[in-house]
């Protein structure tokens, strides 16, 4: 089984996190980040499982650069 190492972007949300791929836009969320790292481990290794080659390249971003972005206000 091959594995691949992707991006989980986590944010907090009201009572819980929302979590991100951006590499494959799959989203999935939880009550702590342990659970919700783990939804979207779940949420990608399914979509993964059942989309078609064509669909994984379609949505598939192969660079994902995070970085922090200074702006001005007011």
Request: aromatic residues 4%.
């Amino acid at each position: 089984m091959a594995t691949r190492l992707v991006t989980a972007l986590l944010q907090k949300e009201d009572d819980g996190w929302v979590a991100l791929c951006p590499e494959l836009d799959v989203a999935s969320q939880g009550d702590t980040i342990e659970e919700a790292k783990a939804n979207l481990r779940e949420a990608v290794e399914l979509f993964l499982e059942s989309a078609s080659p064509a669909e994984v390249q379609e949505r598939l971003h192969a660079e994902v650069y995070l970085t922090g972005l200074e702006v001005n206000i007011g």
